[in-house]
C-alpha cells in the first residue's frame, strides 16, 4: 500500500484541466478529443507516479503545481512525429537522417508538382495518354551513355525487378565476395530468393577468377551479376573479374550482365581526394546490359532506384507488371528530373546539389561554422561547459566509400558535472533534436552537415539544454 495514496483525490479532474487548458494560447487549435486524450494520459502518469510512492509537488492546477507539465506533455504529445533534425553526425548520406537534401530549386519543382495539375502521364504532342518515365528517360540516357532506362521505388526495388525479369526461375551468377546485407534488411541473397531466381554462389570470399563463373553456366543461367560492396570491404589477397572479362563471358553465351552499383555516382570523386568509384556512365560503357542504382545516395536527389542498359533488357523490365506495384509517384518525377539537369554541367552539379557540396566542402568553410557556433555559446556555457574546436572525420555514409573519411571539424562540448550522454540526449530531445555523437566522453558536433542558418538552432537547443540541466539538478 502506497503511503501517498491520501495524495489521489488531490488529482485534479480532466474537465477542470480541459477549461485551464481553453485559455492556454500554446495549446490552441488541438482538436478537443485529442486533447482530453492527452489530458487523461497525463493524469493516469501522475495518478501512477503516486501509486509508486513517488512526491508529486504540489497538484494544483497552476503555475506552481502541475499546469506547466501538463502544457508540455500536450504540447509533446500533439507534435509532429516526422520532424526536422539538425545532422551533426557528419555523416552525410545518413539513412537514418533522411540520406540526401534536395537543393532549393528542386523543392520548387516538388511545389509545383504537389499543387498543381501537370503532364505526369499525358502526352502533350498528341493529347493521349502518356508515360510517366519520358520526362527522364532521355536525360537518363544522355547523362550515363546507356540506351533505356527506368526508375522505380528504390535500388533495392531496382534489383527486385530486374532479376524477376530476367531471372525469374533461372540462376543468378554472384561472386561469394558480393552477397551484401545493406543496414535495413536488404540481403542481396533475400531479395534474389524473392524474384524466384536460385543464387549460383562462385568463388571464395577473397578472390573470384573467370573462370568461376564460367564453370558455373549453365542451361539455367539467366544473369551474371555483380553487386557493390557497399559498406564493406574485403582487403589483402583479394581477386575480382573486371567488368570487361564478365561481359565478354555473358554475350558469348546471349546471357545479360547486371551490376547493382549501389550509391552509383555520375562524377569521379577521385578528384575530391576520395577513393575512385566506377561512375555509372563507365559501368555502362563497360557493356554491362543492367546497370542499377539510388536515386538518394551519392546522386543526391530523391529515393528512387534507377535502372539504365541495354534497350532490349530494359524493355522488358518496363512491361513487367511489378513495375506498376514499384513506380516511382510525381514527387519523385518532377525531383529527379530536377536533379538531372543539374548534371548536365558537373560543376554546377557539385555546386549546388548538397549531398555533393558537402563532401566537396573545404574544412576552412566548415571551420567558418564552428566559430560561429562556439562564439555564440561560449558566454552561455561559461562554468558549465568546456568547448573546442576539434579536427575530425566524417563519413560519406550511404554504403558509400566506407574506409575512408573526409577531413572535417567539429565542435567538442565536454562538462565535469554532466556526461556526454546525457548532453547528447537532451539535445536529441529538443523541439528541434540535434543529433550529434558521443567520442571519448566529449560530444562532437560536425560541422560539415550542419547548415549555415543551422548554427542559431544548435546554440538555441544547448541554452534550453542547460535550463533543462538546471531545473533538473536543483530537483534532485
Ligand atoms: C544501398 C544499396 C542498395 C539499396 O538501395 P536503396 O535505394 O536503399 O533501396 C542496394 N544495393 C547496394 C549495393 C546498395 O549499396
Known amino acids: 500500500m502506497s503511503t501517498k495514496s491520501h495524495l489521489l483525490p488531490l488529482i485534479p479532474n480532466v474537465n477542470d484541466c480541459l477549461n485551464i487548458l481553453a485559455t492556454i494560447p500554446e495549446v490552441q487549435g488541438i482538436p478537443r478529443d485529442r486533447m482530453k486524450k492527452l489530458v487523461r494520459q497525463f493524469l493516469a502518469q501522475i495518478r501512477k507516479s503516486i501509486q509508486a510512492d513517488n512526491d508529486p509537488g504540489p497538484l494544483t492546477l497552476d503555475e506552481d503545481g502541475i499546469l506547466p507539465r501538463l502544457i508540455q506533455y500536450v504540447c509533446d504529445g500533439h507534435q509532429y512525429h516526422f520532424r526536422k533534425v539538425v545532422n551533426a553526425t557528419g555523416v552525410i548520406i545518413h539513412t537514418n537522417l533522411g540520406r540526401s537534401l534536395l537543393p532549393e530549386a528542386t523543392m520548387e519543382s516538388l511545389f509545383f508538382a504537389g499543387s498543381r495539375y501537370s503532364n505526369l502521364e499525358f502526352d502533350l504532342a498528341t493529347g493521349k495518354r502518356g508515360s510517366r518515365y519520358s520526362h527522364i528517360e532521355d536525360i537518363l540516357c544522355e547523362l550515363t551513355g546507356a540506351e533505356a532506362a527506368l526508375v522505380v521505388n528504390n535500388n533495392a526495388a531496382a534489383v527486385l525487378i530486374v532479376l524477376e525479369t530476367l531471372a525469374k526461375g533461372k540462376e543468378a551468377i554472384v561472386s561469394r565476395g558480393q552477397l551484401v546485407e545493406i543496414g535495413g534488411s536488404f540481403r542481396i541473397p533475400d531479395v534474389m530468393a524473392r524474384s524466384g531466381a536460385t543464387l549460383v554462389e562462385v568463388g571464395a570470399t577473397n578472390r573470384t577468377h573467370l573462370a568461376d563463373y564460367q564453370n558455373a553456366l549453365s542451361q539455367d543461367t539467366g544473369v551474371l ?226 547548415a549555415e542558418d543551422e548554427v542559431v538552432l544548435i546554440v538555441d537547443a544547448m541554452v534550453a539544454a542547460i535550463e533543462k540541466m538546471k531545473s533538473v539538478s536543483g530537483n534532485i
Open 225 to 450: 551479376l555483380k553487386v557493390h560492396c557497399s559498406n564493406y570491404r574485403i582487403i589483402g589477397f583479394t581477386s575480382e573479374v573486371s567488368n570487361d572479362a564478365l561481359v565478354a563471358l555473358g554475350h558469348e553465351f546471349d546471357i545479360p550482365v547486371v551490376e547493382d552499383l549501389g550509391s552509383g555516382s555520375l562524377i569521379d570523386l577521385s578528384r575530391f581526394g576520395l577513393e575512385k568509384e566506377p561512375t555509372v556512365q563507365e559501368a555502362v560503357s563497360s557493356g554491362v546490359d543492367v546497370v542499377t542504382f539510388s536515386g538518394d545516395k551519392l546522386l543526391g536527389g530523391p529515393q528512387a532506384g534507377i535502372i539504365v542498359g541495354c534497350k532490349k533488357y530494359i524493355e522488358q523490365i518496363k512491361k513487367n507488371p511489378l513495375n506498376r506495384a514499384l513506380r516511382i509517384d510525381k514527387f519523385t518525377l518532377s525531383g529527379l528530373e530536377s536533379i538531372l539537369r543539374y548534371y548536365l554541367d558537373e560543376e554546377k552539379a557539385i555546386q549546388q546539389i548538397p549531398t555533393l557540396s558537402m563532401i566537396a566542402e573545404s574544412t576552412d568553410q566548415v571551420q567558418v561554422r564552428a566559430e560561429a557556433c562556439v562564439n555564440n555559446l561560449k558566454a552561455k556555457c561559461k562554468g558549465l561547459f568546456q568547448l573546442d574546436i576539434v579536427a575530425t572525420t566524417s563519413r560519406v555514409g550511404g554504403g558509400a566509400m566506407p574506409e575512408q573519411g573526409v577531413e572535417s571539424i567539429a565542435v567538442a562540448i565536454q562538462s565535469e558535472s554532466f556526461s556526454a550522454g546525457k548532453l547528447e540526449k537532451l539535445l536529441r530531445g529538443q523541439p528541434i533534436p540535434i543529433i550529434g555523437r558521443v567520442e571519448h566522453e566529449r560530444l562532437l558536433l560536425d560541422m560539415r552537415t550542419v
